[in-house]
C-alpha cells in the first residue's frame, strides 16, 4: 500500500516539474510549487527511507512559493504556505537538528497566524496553533523543557475552547494527544507523577476518537505516546503494573507500525516497548526482561542506522548502555 503510493506521489512530482518548465505566469508558478511541495511532504511520509531529502525538497519548493505567495499580496495563500513549510521543518525536526528546525517551524507558524486569527478564520487558527505548540513541544525535547512544555500546555487548554470533542472530534483527539505529549515532557524535569497521570488521561481522551478501525495511523501513535507515559510514571510508582501497562501500549501502536511501511512509527514504539522492558526488568524476571529490552532496543536502533538519524541513533545507543549498567 505505502509503496503504490509512494510510486504515485512520484508520478504526480514529475507531473508537477515538467509543468514548472513549461509555465512562466509568476502567480501560476507558485501555484505548482505549493502543490510540488506538499506532494515531496507526502512522499517523505510515505517512504520514510528518503524521508530527510524529501522534506528539504519540499521546503525548498516552499520557499520558491512565497517569493510570490506574499502577505500583503496573497495573504492566504501565505498563511497556507507558511503553515505547511511549518509542517515539513517539525517532520524534519524528528529526524535531524532537533532544535534549529523546530524553531524554523515556530516562525513559519507564527508568520501563518498573523492571517490566521481566531476570529476571522476560528478552525484554520486552532489547527496552526496546534502546529505551533506541537513545535513547541518538539522543542521542548531539548531546550528549556518546563518552559516551552507550560507554554505548550496553556495553548493547548486554549484550543480545546474551541476543538470541542463534539463538534470537532479529529481536531479535539490532536489537541489532546499534543497536550500528552506537553505533560510527558514536563514530566521529565517536574512532577513526573501528577504530569505522567495527566499526559495519560489527555492520551485516552485522544483515543475515544483515533480508534483502531477509524484512524489506524492516529490510533498507533497515540497509543505509543499512551506506552511512553506509563513509562515515565513507572520510575515513580506501581513499576511492575504500569509497565506492563505500557507494553501492551506498545505492542497496539506495532498491529499499525509494522517495519516496512512505517520504520519510523516502528522505531519509535521498539523504544518506548525497550524503556517500558528495562524499567520491568528492575523488579521481576530481570534476565528475561533485559533480554526483551535488549531486543526492542536494537530494533529501534537498526532503523535509525538505516535513515541515518544520528540524533535518534544516540538516543537509542544512550538507552542501551544504561541498560548493561542494569542487566549486567
Excluded at 33 to 45: M, R, T, V
Excluded at 62 to 80: F, G, H, I, N, S
Excluded at 213 to 242: H, I
Excluded at 285 to 299: G, L, P, V, W, Y
Aim: hydrophobic content about 35%; proline content about 2%; charged content about 30%.
Amino acid at each position: 500500500m505505502r509503496i503504490k503510493k509512494a510510486i504515485l506521489i512520484r508520478k504526480t512530482i514529475e507531473a508537477y516539474s515538467s509543468a514548472l518548465e513549461n509555465e512562466d505566469d509568476p502567480v501560476e508558478r507558485s501555484r505548482i510549487q505549493q502543490k510540488n511541495a506538499d506532494s515531496y511532504y507526502e512522499l517523505g511520509l510515505a517512504d520514510q527511507k528518503e524521508i530527510k531529502s524529501n522534506l528539504k525538497r519540499a521546503i525548498k519548493s516552499y520557499q520558491e512559493a512565497l517569493k510570490v505567495r506574499t502577505l500583503e499580496q496573497y495573504p492566504m495563500d501565505y498563511a497556507m504556505t507558511q503553515n505547511n513549510l511549518g509542517t515539513a521543518y517539525r517532520a524534519l525536526a524528528g529526524v535531524e537538528d532537533k532544535a534549529d528546525n523546530s524553531k524554523k517551524a515556530i516562525n513559519a507558524y507564527r508568520k501563518a497566524l498573523r492571517v490566521r486569527t481566531l476570529e476571522q478564520f476560528p478552525m484554520d487558527y486552532v489547527r496552526t496553533q496546534n502546529n505551533l505548540v506541537a513545535a513547541y513541544c518538539t522543542l521542548a525535547e531539548v531546550e528549556d523543557k518546563a518552559e516551552n512544555s507550560k507554554k505548550a500546555i496553556k495553548a493547548y487548554r486554549k484550543a480545546l475552547q474551541v476543538s470541542t470533542l463534539e463538534q470537532f472530534p479529529m481536531d479535539y483527539a490532536r489537541t489532546q494527544n499534543n497536550l500528552g505529549n506537553a505533560y510527558v515532557t514536563l514530566a521529565e524535569v517536574e512532577g513526573k507523577a501528577d504530569n505522567s497521570k495527566k499526559a495519560i488521561n489527555s492520551y485516552r481522551e485522544a483515543l475515544r476518537v483515533s480508534t483502531l478501525e477509524q484512524f489506524p495511523m492516529d490510533y498507533a501513535m497515540t497509543q505509543n505516546n499512551l506506552g511512553a507515559a506509563y513509562v515515565t510514571l513507572a520510575e515513580v510508582e506501581d513499576k511492575a503494573e504500569n509497565s506492563k501497562i505500557a507494553i501492551r501500549a506498545c505492542e497496539e501502536a506495532l498491529k499499525v507500525h509494522h517495519l516496512e511501511e512505517f520504520p519510523m512509527g516502528y522505531a519509535k514504539a521498539q523504544s518506548t516497548l525497550g524503556s517500558a522492558y528495562k524499567t520491568l526488568a528492575t523488579v521481576e524476571d530481570r534476565s528475561e526482561n533485559c533480554r526483551k529490552a535488549e531486543h526492542a532496543f536494537q530494533e529501534a536502533l537498526n532503523v535509525w542506522v538505516k535513515l541515518n538519524s544520528y540524533q535518534n541513533q544516540k538516543l537509542i545507543e544512550d538507552k542501551l548502555s544504561e541498560l548493561k549498567s542494569i542487566c549486567n
